[in-house]
């Protein structure tokens, strides 16, 4: 398994300002990931973030809305531009190690828009 | 492409009851699939997983999971509910794509438990 750590735990944002959230993984990780949960809801992937080049995104999900970086085997960032309310999710980090698709989840960080 | 359904958005049990969380999924492939447990303001912890071999699967908290092909099902059981397992539950498939492994996730149960 692997200890996930999330920065900022959660915030509360003004309305068209930018959030960068923090992922920070104890070990190297081959996959990782970054998921939205908004209210009451289930997760959707907005993207894989790619180590050395840039994040695969899932559909309905843009870099310029949604830029990540991964500098290292261990570390990436989330940012959440030009926010609106309806940006208000938990956003969460996941690593994988192998094949199986099992991942781990950060603690996530819980945004509000106002 | 694969995909999750979980029926019953809510579930409400009586401390000491049997859970079942129901799960049925699609997949084009032979399924890896999972069940996640998540307490109010926390991440997601991993409750047990299904790959191969033994369809019957045991995974933390007294939690089973039997994967059942023909019914295309992955339903979560346990004999005794107790209090602390109120939660929300999420089943998951993965699909593996040669690059990355990702999971896609059912709208998810939350579990009441009533004394």
């Known amino acids: 398994s692997a200890v996930i750590s999330q920065k900022p735990s959660r915030d509360i944002c003004q309305r068209g300002t930018s959030l960068t959230i923090q992922c920070q993984v104890d070990?190297?990780?081959?996959?990782m990931f970054w998921y939205r949960q908004q209210p009451g809801q289930s997760l959707t992937l907005i993207a894989t973030a790619n180590q050395g080049s840039e994040a695969t995104y899932e559909s309905g999900f843009v870099i310029d809305k949604f830029p990540i970086s991964r500098p290292n085997l261990t570390f990436s960032t989330l940012t959440v531009s030009n926010m609106s309310p309806e940006d208000s999710s938990i956003y969460l980090c996941?690593?994988?190690?192998?094949?199986?698709?099992?991942?781990?989840f950060g603690e996530g960080s819980r945004l509000t828009v106002l | 492409a694969q995909s999750v359904t979980q029926l019953g958005s809510h579930v409400s049990v009586s401390e000491g009851a049997l859970v079942l969380l129901r799960c049925n999924y699609s997949?084009?492939?032979?399924?890896?699939l999972f069940w996640y447990v998540q307490y109010p303001n926390q991440g997601l912890q991993l409750l047990l997983k299904y790959t191969t071999g033994a369809t019957l699967v045991k995974g933390i908290n007294g939690f089973e999971a039997e994967f059942k092909k023909s019914e295309t099902s992955f339903h979560l059981t346990k004999p005794s509910a107790h209090m602390s397992d109120a939660a929300e539950y999420f089943c998951?498939?993965?699909?593996?794509?040669?690059?990355?492994?990702?999971?896609?996730f059912g709208t998810g149960t939350r579990l009441q438990v009533t004394l």
């Open positions: 070990s190297q990780v081959t996959m």
């Open positions: 997949s084009s492939v032979p399924p890896y």
């Open positions: 996941s690593v994988g190690y192998g094949g199986t698709g099992e991942l781990f």
């Open positions: 998951a498939v993965s699909l593996f794509t040669g690059t990355a492994s990702k999971l896609t």
